[in-house]
């Protein structure tokens, strides 16, 4: 019996050990992508994320949250050397797992990143889908705007939709608006990753 309880004791500490080890990872990983600067960086980052959302024991969503976040990043990347290149297989990748997070989370942090992934989706040369893309990115908008109108990641957003319209100007004063809003929400590892999209950042 005391044999039993002994071997019960020692796979219950592995498992709490392997668990937090895994959430120490996990941590680790998101300080990779807010620091990420290479493709290789996101690549590496997001296999890691890709297997924390099976292996995760709570809070998955936040695993396929960032998983999401290096595959857009990476493409951004990719934009910002080329931007005619067609990175529409990366940018399907980014919502098959922003949606997965989606499912379990609905949060202006996971409405947002779906909102910048459809508009790197509108960027692709014949891109499909227009009218639903920009409806998905009007939502998340509109409740942020509601809930949280100091989300840098919505100045963000905003900007990069007046890019699209060739507004530099509001362009401009947007990306400023996002950048002392990510001053402010120092600290915050759901937002930092997106500090780097600011023109003339890393």
Known sequence: MKK???????????????????????????????????????????????????????????????????????????????????VSGLSSLAKKYVDGGHTQQDSNEVNLLTGLICLQKLQMKGAMDEKKYLDIIHQAIAKADATAPDNPLLAILKAKLAERSNDQANAKVLYEKASNEFQKSKGNALLSWGSSLIPGSK
């Not at 120490?24 to 890691?48: I, L, P, R």
């Not at 857009?72 to 005619?84: D, F, H, I, R, V």
């Open 4 to 86: 039993t309880l002994l071997i019960c004791f020692c796979v219950v500490g592995f498992c709490l050990q392997a668990q937090t080890f895994s959430e120490k990872d996990f941590k680790q990983t998101v300080s990779q992508v807010n620091s990420a600067k290479t493709e290789s960086d996101y690549e590496n980052a997001f296999q890691k994320f890709s297997k924390f959302t099976s292996t995760k024991p709570t809070e998955k969503w936040e695993a396929y949250y960032y998983a999401a976040v290096a595959v857009y990043m990476k493409a951004e990347l990719q934009l910002k050397k080329n931007p005619s290149l067609d």
